[in-house]
């Protein structure tokens, strides 16, 4: 059986490997010159550059798909556990969250009076309800049997009916502690969805990265979607790069794929690309908007001379009012005012992704998904805020330190990946409704054609949509 697999991201290279491995010849259409989607990589002026995700999470997942393929990940990738995961600037305060809870808890009671006992109570109420979350939601395709509803029951119970109605912040005032709250809001944002607004039962996100570890691959997060790519062609999967999809139609039991002049047939097809352009493809309506959307962001991509002696890895620096800052994203879809910053500096680890004396660092904000909000004015605006609130908080002036800069925008991520408005992970997961009605990976007209990738279930992120591809494809293994 012939299968076609539209985008060469994660999820879709995962699926091609497993299926490959199982004697289906695959081919793999993607619409750039390269593979990875969002995990791409940069090299110019001597820098490197992740243009997407920045922490790897679940190694174990990927290690998972190697051994199924019969190769030894290590031959592949290798990475670190994190001991320092992330720095965080929350007011005029400074913390370090790390790989180790009871570090984590200190450091907390010690910079900003959280009692540790209290924070340890907190997290392990979720570790516990993570735990059977995994089970159920991620690791397999959502069936709604009998199996799953016992499960589904004994999470309500274990989760509590409150923490449904009421929204992560909400809970998380129990805290009370100003310090540690937006801390812990931010694992929202991981989601691409509102503390404010997503449930309080999201809270066990933090266990994703607090409890089970933040890792740094050698040669950072672009060594991954390379090992795939590496392990896809071991396995005889076939790529054709710079190949855009004009249309999809389904004719006398299979589907016609459409890309300029050429046309491919093929009787099962796997989209790894945006959920809603796919709909386009097909010419099928579409009905939303940035409200129900997640977040886009502005990237910059920007060498900068300087050895900071305050940044590490991973660094947040908090807006001073985070609800307003999500209130202007989901209500408003307009540019916040005062953003969060994320700063990601890998020439910390990998002294070879800058120059000597030099950083490169990745700056994002996030930003409604929302086109209109993408001109030069807003950039040139969101610049300025940026090296303002560096400044203020890490006491460096960027303005004449910049040497190198790239740009990523809503508009140019809509157009190198297909995402609807620039959002990052299709639909947000404000409410109860929008998480039970996440984007399913079976097509609900034809039955031979799947969605994977990080706009269906079960989520967004490197390791829900490896989890998403191998899920697929061991599903139209069962059922060929």
């Not at 997290?123 to 397999?140: A, M, Q, R």
């Not at 509102?194 to 933040?214: C, D, H, R, W």
């Not at 855009?244 to 016609?256: A, G, T, V």
């Not at 409410?431 to 990976?441: G, H, Q």
Request: aromatic share 14%.
């Amino acid at each position: 059986m012939k299968i076609h697999v539209i985008g060469a991201g994660i999820g879709g290279m995962s699926c091609a490997a497993v299926l490959a491995k199982n004697g289906f010849e695959v081919v793999v259409l993607e619409q750039n010159d390269y593979f990875g989607g969002k995990a791409n990589r940069i090299s110019e002026e001597g820098f490197e550059f992740d243009t997407g995700p920045s922490l790897l999470t679940y190694p174990d997942w990927f290690d998972e798909l190697f051994i199924y393929c019969d190769k030894n990940p290590r031959d592949y990738y290798k990475f670190q556990r994190l001991n320092l995961i992330t720095r965080y600037f929350v007011n005029n305060k400074v913390v370090d969250v790390m790989s180790d809870i009871e570090k984590t808890a200190d450091n907390f009671e010690n910079k900003f009076g959280l009692n540790k006992k209290v924070f340890l109570r907190y997290i392990n109420k979720w570790i516990k309800i993570y735990n059977i979350s995994e089970k159920i939601f991620l690791l397999k395709e959502l069936k709604f049997n009998l199996l799953f509803f016992k499960n589904a029951i004994k999470w309500l119970f274990s989760t509590g009916f409150s923490n449904i109605l009421q929204s992560m912040s909400s809970y998380n005032r129990r805290l009370e502690n100003k310090y540690v709250e937006p801390i812990m809001n931010r694992f929202a944002t991981y989601t691409g969805s509102s503390p404010y607004k997503t449930p309080a039962f999201m809270n066990q996100l933090a266990i994703v990265e607090m409890i089970n570890g933040g890792y740094y691959p050698e040669d950072g997060i672009h060594s991954i979607p390379k090992a795939i790519y590496k392990l896809c062609l071991e396995m005889g999967v076939q790529f054709v790069f710079n190949t855009k999809i004009d249309e999809i139609k389904y004719e006398r039991q299979s589907f016609n794929i459409s890309s300029g002049a050429k046309n491919y047939k093929s009787t099962v097809v796997i989209s790894n690309i945006d959920y809603y352009h796919t709909q386009f493809l097909f010419n099928r309506k579409v009905n939303t908007s940035y409200s129900k959307l997640s977040t886009s962001a502005f990237v910059f991509y920007w060498g900068v001379r300087i050895n900071s002696d305050k940044l590490k890895l991973h660094n947040i620096l908090f807006s001073k009012n985070y609800e307003n800052e999500f209130s202007q994203i989901f209500e408003e879809g307009v540019l916040p005012d005062d953003p969060t910053i994320y700063i990601n500096i890998t020439s910390k680890i990998n002294s070879q992704h800058a120059p000597k004396d030099c950083e490169n660092w990745f700056v994002m904000v996030n930003t409604p998904a929302n086109l209109e909000i993408d001109n030069r004015d807003n950039i040139e605006k969101i610049k300025k805020v940026i090296i303002k609130k560096i400044e203020e908080k890490i006491g460096v002036d960027l303005s004449k330190l910049i040497i190198y800069e790239n740009i990523l925008t809503p508009k140019s991520l809509s157009v190198s990946t297909g995402s609807y408005l620039g959002s990052l992970y299709g639909d947000n997961q404000n409410s109860l409704n929008a998480i039970v009605n996440r984007k399913k990976n079976t097509d609900s007209t034809y039955n031979n054609f799947y969605y994977v990738g990080g706009t269906v279930h079960p989520g967004g992120g490197m390791p829900l949509a490896l989890r998403s591809g191998i899920n697929v494809a061991k599903k139209i293994i069962n059922e060929a």
